[in-house]
């Protein structure tokens, strides 16, 4: 699979360069392809090549931020997708002391793209600036605006800068996201639910109130309340469970619970158990956890899901494997593991398990 950076290569710096010059004849597009090119430009990762461009433009626009933020803005349309959000990051790093013009920026620019990243800067300088403006756009016809006003406002965004004062206190997101609740888009809902998602880790009672004042109006609702509430059922939130209706699964029991003793390295690790109860099982959500050896020789927990499902019978076999395939995100350090089966947030008996 192609490497994510190498959406900033030679073929994307050209053609940037191109549309620029004919906004902008005084940009010297050889100088400009040597100046980006000649800093060890191969090792650098995705956002290092993205800013590294940013601070190259700087050189070759206009040195005024409103002149050159507006040729960017005019090839902003040319520039779909991932590779577009170069232009919001010229923003975020140059426009800081320009709200309105850096304002009207990042609204084109997420059109064709995203301006995720780049507004959080403003958000921490200009906070109730801002969320007035995320208001504002949480109002716009376009959906790619709106899904800026929750995606922007993140406490805990992936891959950018936190929120202080919205991991400290949410209530000021509250009226954003009810704007944005039962949003047409698809897009834009997924984007509601990952911002209580993010807040339910700071404030889980918080997000238990909203789920509990939104949840039963609608199926698209109803997704968005349990997917931003992912976090607290994967923790085994007794709440969170009850407000989805899962069973109690006190009077249940686990039976027939196997696991291979010993699994290598690429192969995959199979087990399998029944759950049993003196009625109907009824909704059932399973899930199990490895704690995974570190290089330090403790054990982290990390839960899985299995499966989701209205079981009307009074026993359930399961039978699942995990692998240990070596991934980038996660690495494996051989010796003696665990496992356990959760089912509707109860974490039942562990096994171990040797990874050789």
Same mark, same amino acid.
């Given at each position: 699979?192609e490497p994510?950076?190498?959406i ?24 400009f ?8 430009f ?28 507006d040729?960017?803005?005019?090839? &902003? ?10 232009l919001?990051?010229?923003?975020e ?12 920026a990042l ?8 301006s ?9 300088k ?37 929120l ?18 039962d ?14 998602n993010?807040?339910s ?49 006190d &009077? ?8 291979d ?10 087990f ?15 899930e ?5 050896l570190?290089?330090n020789?403790k ?7 299995i ?18 395939r070596?991934?980038?995100t ?13 089912v509707?947030g109860k ?7 040797t990874?050789?």
């Amino acid at each position: 699979m192609e490497p994510f950076k190498n959406i900033f290569n030679e073929a994307f710096v050209s053609l940037l360069a191109t549309y620029l010059k004919a906004r902008y004849s005084d940009f010297d597009i050889d100088r400009f392809e040597k100046s980006v090119f000649q800093d060890d430009f191969e090792n650098k990762e995705l956002k290092q090549r993205m800013r590294h461009i940013t601070h190259c433009l700087k050189q070759f626009l206009p040195q005024n931020f409103t002149e050159a933020s507006d040729l960017l803005i005019a090839i &902003s349309p040319k520039l779909e997708g991932l590779a577009n959000m170069v232009l919001p990051d010229f923003v975020e790093v140059y426009g800081i002391d320009d709200f309105d013009q850096s304002m009207k920026a990042l609204e084109v620019f997420t059109k064709h793209g995203s301006s995720e990243f780049g507004v959080r800067p403003f958000m921490v300088k200009y906070p109730q600036r801002m969320m007035q403006q995320m208001y504002n756009w949480s109002k716009s016809s376009n959906e790619h605006v709106r899904r800026l006003s929750s995606e922007g406002s993140r406490p805990r965004l992936p891959w950018a800068m936190s929120l202080p004062l919205l991991k400290k206190d949410p209530k000021p997101l509250l009226e954003l996201l009810e704007n944005l609740k039962d949003d047409p888009s698809e897009y834009v809902r997924r984007s509601v639910a990952n911002n209580l998602n993010d807040i339910s880790k700071d404030h889980p009672s918080f997000v238990l109130d909203v789920a509990k004042s939104w949840i039963g109006k609608s199926k698209e609702r109803d997704w968005l309340v349990k997917h931003g509430c992912r976090t607290l059922l994967k923790a085994g939130d007794t709440q969170a469970l009850t407000i989805f209706n899962y069973s109690n699964p006190d &009077s249940m029991e686990l039976s027939n619970f196997e696991l291979d003793s010993k699994v290598k390295l690429g192969e995959k690790l199979s087990f399998s158990f029944t759950i049993d109860s003196p009625k109907e099982l009824q909704k059932l959500r399973l899930e199990f956890a490895i704690y995974f050896l570190k290089k330090n020789g403790k054990l982290s927990k990390k839960v899985f899901k299995i499966s989701e499902s209205i079981c009307k019978k009074y026993s359930k076999s399961v039978s699942k494997y995990f692998s240990f395939r070596p991934i980038t995100t996660r690495v494996y350090y051989k010796g003696v593991h665990e496992l356990s089966i959760i089912v509707n947030g109860k974490e039942f008996d562990k096994k171990q398990f040797t990874l050789i």
